[in-house]
Structure formats: structure tokens, C-alpha cells
């Protein structure tokens, strides 16, 4: 069965995504892997375990020139972490609280979720419940898929 393994963003400040991902987010730095020879651009990669499974790993090219996503939402890039009850989001709002980081809330109907940044711009989400695993495919997926495409390759009336 495929598994998610691992996500990988690029980041501006080491030290900065450091104290976030470790101090308030909470996740473990479980390997870090340098090197001078990524597209010419010196290298550090910290990989960051998430319980349950799965890695989110973080690379600093130094000297390389930061992406820019300024046309897009700023949350449409964003990646979500699941807990059990809408309960625990109390806490992850202290948390960041506590940390000074901003967020926002969106209530999905069957989901509640927070958002947040992180140093380089990047959306977090903490939702409650956590998605079901899909293990099937949807024919309604299939279908809303097929209906966009199909709008996008129509000629315009």
C-alpha cells in the first residue's frame, strides 16, 4: 500500500525554521544531512519526524534565491496535520499563543481547523477530526475532476 512519506520545503532561515518546527510545533529533529553540491548551492536538510508517520523535511540552499508564490492565496500551498477531537485544538491555540505565532480558523462542517505560518511562509493546518484514509478511489472525485478539465479545455462562448 502507498504511504506518504515524506514532504520537502525549501526555507529561508535554518535557525528560524528550527525553533518553529521543534519549539512550537512540537516535532523532533531526528537527522540533519549537509553538503555543497545541490544545484551549486550549499546545502542543509533537517528531517523533522511527525507522529503517526511520515517526515516533513526542510532544505536551506544557501545563497539560492527564494521562491515567490505572490499571485497565488497565500494558503493554497499549505500541508495539514490531523488530531483526534476538535477538543485538542484548545491547545494548539495556546500554543501558539504563547509563541506569538498568528492564526486563523476555519469550521469545514465535519472538520474544524486551525492555520498558521511558519517563518517562510508556508501554511500549517491542525484539523480535528482527522480526514478518514481514503482507500478507495471516488467516482465523485473522478467526476468533479472531469468537469473541471472539461471546463478549462472548453472555447470560451
Known amino acids: 500500500?502507498?504511504?506518504?512519506?515524506?514532504?520537502?520545503?525549501?526555507?529561508?532561515?535554518?535557525?528560524?525554521?528550527?525553533?518553529?518546527?521543534?519549539?512550537?510545533?512540537?516535532?523532533?529533529?531526528?537527522?540533519?544531512h549537509e553538503g555543497d553540491d545541490w544545484g551549486d548551492y550549499p546545502w542543509l536538510m533537517m528531517i523533522f519526524a511527525v507522529p503517526g508517520g511520515g517526515e516533513i523535511v526542510l532544505v536551506e540552499l544557501r545563497g539560492a534565491p527564494a521562491p515567490s508564490y505572490r499571485d497565488l492565496p497565500h494558503d493554497v500551498r499549505h500541508y495539514a496535520m490531523g488530531v483526534d477531537a476538535v477538543a485538542e485544538l484548545a491547545g494548539w491555540r495556546a500554543r501558539l499563543r504563547a509563541a506569538?505565532?498568528?492564526?486563523?480558523?476555519?469550521?469545514?462542517?465535519?472538520?474544524?481547523?486551525?492555520?498558521?505560518?511558519?517563518?517562510?511562509?508556508?501554511?500549517?493546518?491542525?484539523?480535528?477530526?482527522?480526514?478518514?484514509?481514503?482507500?478507495?478511489?471516488?467516482?465523485?472525485?473522478?467526476?468533479?475532476?472531469?468537469?473541471?478539465?472539461?471546463?478549462?479545455?472548453?472555447?470560451d462562448p
Open 1 to 32: 500500500m502507498l504511504k506518504l512519506d515524506h514532504v520537502v520545503f525549501p526555507v529561508r532561515d535554518a535557525g528560524a525554521s528550527l525553533a518553529f518546527y521543534r519549539d512550537v510545533v512540537g516535532l523532533p529533529l531526528v537527522e540533519a
Open 100 to 155: 506569538e505565532v498568528g492564526f486563523w480558523e476555519e469550521d469545514h462542517g465535519a472538520q474544524q481547523s486551525i492555520y498558521f505560518e511558519d517563518p517562510d511562509g508556508v501554511v500549517l493546518e491542525v484539523t480535528a477530526p482527522p480526514s478518514r484514509p481514503q482507500a478507495a478511489a471516488s467516482e465523485r472525485a473522478v467526476t468533479v475532476v472531469e468537469r473541471w478539465l472539461g471546463s478549462r479545455l472548453a472555447p
